[in-house]
């Protein structure tokens, strides 16, 4: 064999062993990023102050709304991802458990309320009968506390509002939490 084709091939392995090492520190590093926090048991203090100002700010123009849902255990959500899979009922979530911004405090779901205390998910509803949908206008009142709105997204989940704090999925599940004051 050659020393040009030795040189070669000694050149080539070596650049296969600093890639294979470069992939191997990329690998460890993102695994020492993840880190080990618990997960909240109640609603960042945040989305708790907003909800309750989206419930007053509703109700002063005429609208009566529930919040029907807030923080979700990862147990409850797979609970609910297995209905219309493995259980019975509609497929409601997209999302197992883990996946969801209600597993981290970041998320809440409303309802309307009617004046007889029944609960309706009725987005064209006109309840205090300004010829704008009731829903719409908690929706409105919602983005400018800093919501998002799952009716925006491509799968729509009209109910569910977010406040996401500029942490992707994969940034909560790597250990990532707001600040407490938001």
Do not use: C
């Not at 600093?18 to 609603?43: C, Q, S, T």
Request: aromatic share 10%.
């Amino acid at each position: 064999m050659s020393a040009a084709k030795s040189t070669s091939r000694l050149g080539s392995w070596l650049i296969f062993v600093v890639i294979l090492g470069l992939l191997f520190y990329l690998y460890i590093d993102r695994e020492k990023a993840k880190r080990e926090v618990p997960l909240p048991a109640k609603l960042h203090p945040a989305v708790e102050e907003n909800k309750e100002k989206l419930i007053q700010r509703a109700k002063e123009k005429g609208i009566s709304i529930v919040i029907t849902d807030g923080f979700r255990s990862i147990k409850k959500q797979d609970e609910l991802y297995e209905k219309g899979r493995t259980k019975e009922g509609d497929i409601v979530t997209t999302v197992k458990g883990g996946e969801s911004y209600h597993n981290y405090g970041l998320a809440i779901d409303f309802a309307l309320q009617t004046k007889e205390g029944d609960v309706v998910w009725d987005t064209e509803r006109d309840s205090n009968r300004n010829n704008k949908p009731d829903w719409m206008e908690v929706v409105s009142i919602a983005k400018t506390l800093g919501f998002t709105w799952g009716g925006d997204w491509e799968f729509k989940d009209y109910p569910h509002l977010q406040m996401d704090f500029g942490l992707s999925m994969r940034d909560l599940k790597n250990g990532e939490r707001p600040p407490k004051q938001g």
